[in-house]
């Protein structure tokens, strides 16, 4: 059975930074692209990050050279540091997986991943 555990998250200041991670198992973690996103309140998902089995990895402008995905496939974990946290960061972050391994997903919901943790909240704030 295929289970992803993210942990965490916190409530920072701006400025700060936290460090995510996702524990996967149940499925062979290195053949699959991993998918950082997130979902504000009233706001639709939103991906922040994604790293593919070959560990390039892909940012949207909004987190570029804030955000950093890393993989360490030893341990079947995956990571987010995020760094210069701003409000706009503040939501609930999920590390989501395709439905097929080597496969990258065009999901824009969380459904439509082939599976994903329960989440994680982040809080910036002053």
């Known amino acids: 059975q295929v289970q992803l555990v993210e942990s965490g998250g916190g409530y920072v200041q701006p400025g700060e930074s936290l460090r995510l991670s996702c524990a996967g198992s149940g499925f062979t973690f290195s053949n699959y692209w991993s998918y950082w996103v997130r979902q504000a309140p009233g706001k639709g998902l939103e991906w922040v990050a994604r790293i593919n089995p070959r560990s390039d990895t892909y940012y949207p402008h909004s987190v570029t050279g804030r955000f950093t995905i890393s993989r360490d496939n030893d341990k079947n974990t995956l990571y987010l540091q995020m760094n210069s946290l701003q409000s706009d960061d503040s939501a609930v972050y999920y590390c989501?997986?395709?439905?097929?391994?080597?496969?990258?997903?065009?999901?824009?919901?969380?459904?439509?991943?082939?599976?994903w943790g329960q989440g994680t909240q982040v809080t910036v704030s002053a």
């Open positions: 989501a997986i395709p439905k097929a391994a080597w496969t990258p997903s065009l999901a824009r919901d969380l459904q439509d991943f082939g599976s």
